[in-house]
């Protein structure tokens, strides 16, 4: 699964890939390779099996996820890797939630055209793209 050419890599964690797909095509206009984990357990089993010195630039996750506590579980094994969220929760709801855990943003459920350009700018400002 992991090649020798150095690509910035995105995980989309959902069962229902055609909710992103204006993440989706935002991100691969920047060359970024996009793997889908159907689960919490996905993603961590494909953050066990990364090469040493590569790593996960972000990680998407859907709201509905049964494992609230997945970005928990994961930002002790890729600590350099961004997610996003996707939900309902207020600003506050959302900072009080994920601080110190790397979370750029909340989405909404089904990210649109305006939400892809949010995610793009954040990215940027970060120097992620």
Do not use: C
């Amino acid at each position: 699964m992991w090649s020798t050419i150095k690509m910035k890599r995105v995980v989309f964690v959902s069962k229902k890939k055609d909710q992103f797909d204006a993440i989706e095509l935002m991100l691969k206009k920047y060359d970024m390779r996009v793997t889908w984990a159907e689960t919490g357990d996905d993603l961590l089993s494909l953050l066990s099996d990364i090469p040493q010195g590569e790593w996960i630039h972000l990680v998407v996750i859907e709201d509905h996820l049964p494992d609230t506590d997945l970005i928990k579980k994961f930002v002790p094994l890729s600590p350099m890797t961004n997610s996003v969220v996707t939900g309902t929760m207020d600003k506050k709801e959302v900072h009080d939630t994920f601080e110190g855990y790397g979370v750029l943003m909340q989405l909404s459920p089904k990210p649109t055209a305006d939400d892809a350009h949010r995610l793009e700018t954040a990215l940027k400002k970060i120097g992620a793209l």
